[in-house]
């Protein structure tokens, strides 16, 4: 059974810092692109992050030298480290892997900046 579950979300005040975590099990992380999504409330789901097979990363302007995408095959994880939030950075985010017209994504995990 193919899951991916986020966790790590949370309320946290402007300026600090939070890692978000995707488990990936039931397919071959090895193989796949991962990203990061986020959705604000009224707003299109929106791509943050993206690591292919290779360590090959982009990110989204809004996110770049604050955010770092990375995996960990072994451990069949993704993470999401994202530093010196903004109140917009607030929305749910979602984990997706990716191969070729293969696409899963998980559930999402809220994430909160507003002091």
């Known amino acids: 059974q193919v899951q991916l579950v986020e966790s790590g979300g949370g309320l946290v005040q402007p300026g600090k810092s939070l890692r978000l975590s995707c488990a990936a099990s039931g397919f071959n992380l090895n193989i796949y692109v991962m990203s990061w999504y986020r959705q604000a409330p009224g707003k299109e789901r929106e791509l943050v992050a993206t690591i292919g097979g290779g360590s090959t990363i982009n990110y989204a302007d809004s996110v770049k030298g604050r955010f770092t995408i990375s995996r960990d095959n072994a451990k069949k994880a993704v993470y999401l480290q994202m530093n010196s939030l903004k109140p917009e950075d607030t929305a749910v985010y979602y984990c997706?892997?990716?191969?070729?017209?293969?696409?899963?994504w998980g559930q999402g995990t809220q994430v909160t900046v507003s002091s």
């Open positions: 997706r892997a990716q191969f070729l017209s293969t696409s899963y």
